[in-house]
T-cell receptor, first 111, second 111 residues
Framework: KAGVTQTPRYLIKTRGQQVTLSCSPI?????VSWYQQTPGQGLQFLFEYFSETQRNKGNFPGRFSGRQFSNSRSEMNVSTLELGDSALYLC??????????FGQGTRLTVV | DAKTTQPNSMESNEEEPVHLPCNHSTISGTDYIHWYRQLPSQGPEYVIH???SNVNNRMASLAIAEDRKSSTLILHRVTLRDAAVYYC????????????FGTGTRLTVIP
């Protein structure tokens, strides 16, 4: 079966702009989580959605937001981009919660 | 969330077994021990998880100390493709799917 798909794979944006990243989970998975990975901070949890509701949120400013659609696809949005937002953004989907399946990520560069 | 402690790096010769340790002295009774790995330029990949008993799957074995304050991921015969960062994570089963990654152990495999 198809894995977790994230689009786009690469993105370059200018400071102050906003960006939307997309994640299509594995079919049947209702939980989608988002993570940010940077060389300095490592992998950090952003938020999790389950059945269109945000179930948990990490310690990130309000500029980072997300949503989940009825088909479980999820988007995350970052507004007013800062240079420090340059990172690999990873999405993971899960059915039972025991095992998370990660996508290959979207590499965002803010210039 | 309970924290885990892992060595920053380890090396192994190809086709040798590798034991990757993890300390989690503040683990609670409902915390499962999960292991993920991240190969270069890829998202993390689930390896194995367990609660109290030792676990085996096609990828690895997980040995859990009797007091559950430490565990060891055992890779039986490593190949160059096993070179990755290995993360030991505590997760409450049935709860939100938010994985808190530490710094992990970077495994280098020597041909």
């Amino acid at each position: 079966k198809a894995g977790v798909t994230q689009t786009p794979r690469y993105l370059i944006k200018t400071r102050g702009q906003q960006v939307t990243l997309s994640c299509s989970p594995i079919s049947g998975h209702r939980s989608v989580s988002w993570y940010q990975q940077t060389p300095g901070q490592g992998l950090q949890f952003l938020f999790e959605y389950f059945s269109e509701t945000q179930r948990n949120k990490g310690n990130f400013p309000g500029r980072f937001s997300g949503r989940q659609f009825s088909n479980s696809r999820s988007e995350m949005n970052v507004s007013t981009l800062e240079l420090g937002d340059s990172a690999l953004y990873l999405c993971a989907s899960s059915a039972t919660g025991a095992e998370a399946f990660f996508g290959q990520g979207t590499r965002l560069t803010v210039v | 969330d309970a924290k885990t402690t892992q060595p920053n790096s380890m090396e192994s010769n190809e086709e040798e077994p590798v034991h990757l340790p993890c300390n989690h002295s503040t683990i609670s009774g409902t915390d499962y021990i999960h292991w993920y790995r991240q190969l270069p330029s890829q998202g993390p990949e689930y390896v194995i998880h367990g609660l109290t008993s030792n676990v085996n799957n096609r990828m690895a074995s997980l040995a859990i100390a009797e007091d559950r304050k430490s565990s060891t991921l055992i890779l039986h015969r490593v190949t160059l493709r096993d070179a990755a960062v290995y993360y030991c994570i505590l997760k409450r089963e049935g709860g939100a799917n938010n994985l808190f990654f530490g710094t992990g152990t970077r495994l280098t495999v020597i041909p």
